[in-house]
């Protein structure tokens, strides 16, 4: 007897040689900043797990994209049904920062002490009184405390206070104590090694395996492209009913549609050298961020299929010359998910950016996307972004094809009561599957 529809009968229904994933994962954005909630459901109570010695979970995190790349958080299995994804803040002890000044007493006009920390931004906790720079940033000069009197968090500059303070234990003013020549400076303090945005609808993707240790005494784990996923735009989970409407969503578009690519643009990972601290703004012809920020700039290409072209194509005059002006609205399924500034390649090579994405749903899951794109100019670095040449693949672009069997793409129309291992996959798009005993 086939299993309910609303679970995945080719996980479920077959014994698996490596453990299967837990069910029911979710995830919420906390109540504290750049904090992301995770829980789930103990894989050991899956029936099929039972055959293996379950010792936790491994969760893998990836930005903007669904597909990956996906890297491991946790160094060692999760024994626990939750996991707090967080900003990791590290402590920095005894930094040497003997050669790290900017400004040193009489080579500055103003007699400051100034050195930057080879780590930021640094962490800066609120405190009342004067005292707050101390408590944040400690400084010792050959092994004496030296007082801090400002910082500054994101470019990690410290300068030091040269002037007398009050000791309170000895009712007296005491000399700054200051670096000379050949001094030993050391500077102990705390860094955001890694902020986790949770703002600005940046997109969090994770997936849960489960490790096991089977007969043999080997550790296994489940496939990560099989794993439980969820993300941090996803309120609850599509049942079956809702996951029949995308499913005919996905073959009305796959009967009319228009198949294209998309990139991702990225919004975190390896700042680019063009990235200007003080503007905050990259440079705009960058080849190696494309304007992002970011080394790489986009993630992708990624197949996409777009409800069909329906608006007029315009060609106007400005006093930057003549430019095609074509723009309308379309819509696809939910997934990969998109967002503002990334952009699509049709098949005859032009490119298109994506406005603003709405999304219709039903408490809170996520069922189609629909947007504006706009055809952008060949002079945008957009452009610039390396793909496959279209004219070298076989049409449609995101199909392909079986050497000595034709130019017939192998589609399979996904039934969720059919094992993929019985389904059968035709040699037409509009091939339909049957369910044989």
């Known amino acids: 007897m086939p299993s309910p529809p609303d679970r995945s009968p080719s996980i479920l229904e077959v014994i698996p040689s490596n453990p299967l994933p837990p069910l029911n994962v979710t995830c919420s954005v906390g109540f504290e900043n750049n904090t992301v909630d995770i829980w789930w459901s103990n894989p050991a109570e899956i029936s099929s797990n039972t055959k293996f010695n379950i010792i936790g979970t491994n969760i893998y995190r990836s930005f903007d994209s669904e597909f990956g790349p996906f890297f491991r958080l946790n160094a060692s299995p999760i024994q626990v049904n939750f996991y707090r994804d967080n900003t990791r803040i590290s402590v920095i002890l005894q930094e040497d920062i003997s050669n790290s000044y900017s400004c040193f007493g009489t080579s500055d006009p103003s007699g400051r002490y100034i050195f930057r920390t080879a780590n930021k931004p640094v962490v800066i906790q609120p405190s009342l009184g004067t005292e707050c720079a101390n408590l944040n940033v400690f400084v010792t000069v050959d092994g004496l405390n030296a007082r801090v009197k400002s910082i500054v968090s994101t470019s990690g500059e410290v300068e030091l206070d040269t002037d007398k303070y009050f000791d309170v234990a000895n009712q007296t003013y005491t000399d700054p104590v200051l670096p000379l020549v050949g001094s030993v400076s050391l500077v102990s303090y705390r860094y955001l090694k890694e902020g986790l945005k949770t703002n600005l609808y940046q997109r969090i993707f994770y997936r849960i395996t489960t490790v096991a240790v089977d007969s043999n005494g080997s550790f296994i784990e489940t496939p990560l492209k099989v794993a439980s996923s969820t993300n941090t735009r996803e309120v609850e989970k599509l049942d079956w009913i809702w996951r029949e409407a995308v499913r005919r969503n996905k073959f009305i ?120 794109i706009s055809h952008l100019d060949e002079g945008d670095i957009r452009y610039k972004v390396p793909v496959l040449d279209v004219s070298t693949l076989v049409v449609p672009e995101t199909r392909y094809i079986i050497e000595g069997e034709g130019k017939a793409t192998p589609m399979t129309t996904e039934r969720q009561v059919i094992p993929d291992e019985r389904e059968f996959r035709g040699r037409t798009v509009v091939y339909e599957n049957t369910y044989r005993r």
């Not at 106007?316 to 430019?323: L, M, V």
């Not at 002006?325 to 500034?341: A, D, F, M, N």
């Not at 032009?350 to 996520?366: A, C, E, H, K």
């Open 253 to 372: 578009l796959q009967q009319g549609g228009e198949r294209s690519k998309v990139f991702i643009r990225k919004h975190i990972g390896e700042r680019c050298g063009c990235y200007s601290v003080e503007n905050k703004q990259p440079a705009s012809d960058c080849l190696l961020c494309y304007a992002t920020g970011f080394i790489g700039g986009y993630d992708g290409p990624y197949d996409v299929v777009l409800s069909p072209d329906d608006s007029e194509v315009n060609i106007t005059q400005s006093n930057r010359g003549r430019s095609m002006v074509h723009s309308y609205e379309t819509w696809t399924g939910p997934q990969p998910l998109l967002s503002q500034r990334d952009f699509i390649i049709k098949l005859n090579g032009d490119r298109y950016g994506i406005g603003p994405v709405r999304m219709p749903s039903n408490r809170g899951m996520q069922l189609q996307q629909h947007f504006s």
